[in-house]
Nanobody, 114 residues
Framework: QVQLVESGGGLVQPGGSLRLSCTAS????????MGWYRQAPGRQRELVAH???????NYADSVKGRFTISRDNGKNTMDLQMNNLKPEDTAVYYC????????WGQGTQVTVSS
């Protein structure tokens, strides 16, 4: 059974940092392109960051220079380091993995507020 589980969300003040993690099971993660999406209330789900199976990364313009995506194929994990967080980063963050099909995690809430 394929499963993605996110962790690391929470409440943080503006300017703070959080690190999200995604653990994959039931798949050979190194074959998969992986990424993070987010969805704020009343808004469409949007791509935040993406990392290919070969480690090539790309980011949404709104998070460039603040967020860093990484992966550890040996551990079947992917992380998102988020620095200098802003209130507009508040959303549910979803981990996804794609190889022929796209698999989604259940999401983790990130709230940036003073």
């Amino acid at each position: 059974q394929v499963q993605l589980v996110e962790s690391g969300g929470g409440l943080v003040q503006p300017g703070g940092s959080l690190r999200l993690s995604c653990t994959a099971s039931g798949i050979f993660a190194r074959l998969y392109a992986m990424g993070w999406y987010r969805q704020a209330p009343g808004r469409q789900r949007e791509l935040v960051a993406h990392i290919s199976s070969g480690g090539v990364t790309n980011y949404a313009d709104s998070v460039k220079g603040r967020f860093t995506i990484s992966r550890d194929n040996g551990k079947n994990t992917m992380d998102l380091q988020m620095n200098n967080l802003k209130p507009e980063d508040t959303a549910v963050y979803y981990c996804t993995a794609t190889y022929l099909i796209q698999v989604w995690g259940q999401g983790t809430q990130v709230t940036v507020s003073s």
